[in-house]
Every structure is written in structure tokens, then in C-alpha cells.
């Protein structure tokens, strides 16, 4: 059973930081796409920052510079470093797990609040 377990979220005000963590269990870590999703409320849900098994990243747009992803493959544990915080942030942040083969997985999301 595939597993995804995230945490870091919180208030912060603007300009501040947080750092998220999921924790992965019941698939190979390493075979996955990492991605981090948010989807603030009204809105849909949108692609913030994905590593590949390769270890290749993406970002979107507004996250670039001041968002980092990364992975501890031993841990099985992807982080997402968000730095320069702004309220438009604001967001229930989701993990997920793209298998090479099948279906992705989905965390239960954490809430970030950036306050102005």
C-alpha cells in the first residue's frame, strides 16, 4: 500500500519561509516522478515543482528562485524549500508520486497560509 505523508505547512508571513516533507512508503522511491501540487481555494489544482527519477527538476513560473525541490532517496522523503513567501502561496499543497507504470498517488495535503 503506497503511502504519502506530508508535513511543514503553516502561517507565515510574508517574505518568510517554510520547508514541506513527505514521507513515502510501499513503492520504489527512486523509480518515481517527486511532484509538489497546491490548489488555493476557488481554483484549480496547479503543478508547483517535480523531480524526475533522474533527478531532473521543474518549476513553474512563479515558483522559480525562490522554491527548491528535493529528495533523500534513503529516506524516501521529498521536501519542497519555499523561501520569499507571498501571500498568493496561500495554498493547501499536495504531494505526489508518479510511477513510471500506473497510477499516481496523492498525499492528503498540508495547508500554507502567508499572511500580508
Known amino acids: 500500500q503506497v503511502q504519502l505523508v506530508e508535513s511543514g505547512g503553516g502561517l507565515v508571513q510574508a517574505g518568510g519561509s517554510l520547508r514541506l516533507s513527505c514521507a513515502v512508503s510501499g513503492t520504489i522511491f527512486s523509480l518515481n516522478t517527486m511532484a509538489w501540487y497546491r490548489q488555493a481555494p476557488g481554483k484549480q489544482r496547479e503543478l508547483v515543482a517535480n523531480?524526475?527519477?533522474?533527478?531532473?527538476?521543474n518549476y513553474r513560473d512563479s515558483a522559480t528562485g525562490r522554491f527548491t525541490i528535493s529528495r533523500d532517496i534513503p529516506k524516501k522523503t521529498v521536501y519542497l524549500q519555499m523561501n520569499i513567501l507571498k501571500p498568493e502561496d496561500t495554498a493547501v499543497y499536495y504531494c505526489?508520486?508518479?510511477?513510471?507504470?500506473?497510477?499516481?498517488?496523492w498525499g492528503q495535503g498540508t495547508q500554507v497560509t502567508v499572511s500580508s
Open positions: 505526489a508520486a508518479q510511477p513510471p507504470i500506473g497510477r499516481d498517488y
Open positions: 523531480i524526475t527519477s533522474g533527478g531532473k527538476t
